[in-house]
């Protein structure tokens, strides 16, 4: 039985009990400090050493007031109405308020992640990823761990156990 320390003020995990969860589940990570960032373009001055893929996160709704959490390679170009038209999205995609942003995930602006699903325990959240991030066209994924002030790189294939761990499935698109 899996036990792990939440996060005081909310059910939501932080930072140590992700990575408690992350070991529980054997991942192995690596983790860079840095500053507070809140924009991609200012954590590159951090991160761009690293090997790998680093993430941009938005966290979206459609028209139904569906949610969904998109994860891509930094630079890509997220279209959000071609993204809406892939995915099904009826009326297309926006993005959504913070405050559901903290009440689902458990994360502000600024710290959107692919990790925070382990906070979405009623699954309203449909995971969408670019597909050049589970394909093996990298060795390591860059997510924030639920906070700005690091950044945690993941393997393409624990990524997606991790993904499958919290209930969600890894929906790919393309761009």
Request: hydrophobic letters at 40%.
């Amino acid at each position: 039985m899996m036990k792990t320390v939440m996060a005081e003020e909310s059910q939501h995990m932080n930072q140590e009990s992700l990575n408690k969860y992350l070991e529980e589940l054997h991942i192995e990570t690596v983790t860079v400090e840095h500053p507070e960032v809140f924009t991609v373009e200012t954590m590159m001055q951090y991160v761009s050493h690293l090997s790998g893929a680093v993430t941009k996160n938005l966290f979206l709704k459609d028209k139904k007031k569906n949610l969904y959490l998109l994860a891509a390679r930094h630079d890509r170009e997220v279209k959000l109405a071609e993204l809406g038209k892939q995915v099904g999205a009826s009326g297309g995609l926006r993005l959504a308020d913070e405050s559901i942003l903290l009440e689902k995930l458990g994360v502000k602006q600024g710290c959107v992640t692919g990790f925070a699903l382990v906070n979405d325990k009623e699954r309203n959240v449909k995971f969408l990823v670019d597909s050049q991030l589970v394909d093996d066209t990298y060795e390591m994924i860059y997510f924030h761990p639920l906070n700005n002030a690091a950044t945690t790189g993941i393997s393409p294939a624990n990524l997606v156990k991790f993904v499958q761990a919290t209930g969600h499935d890894a929906i790919q698109v393309k761009f």
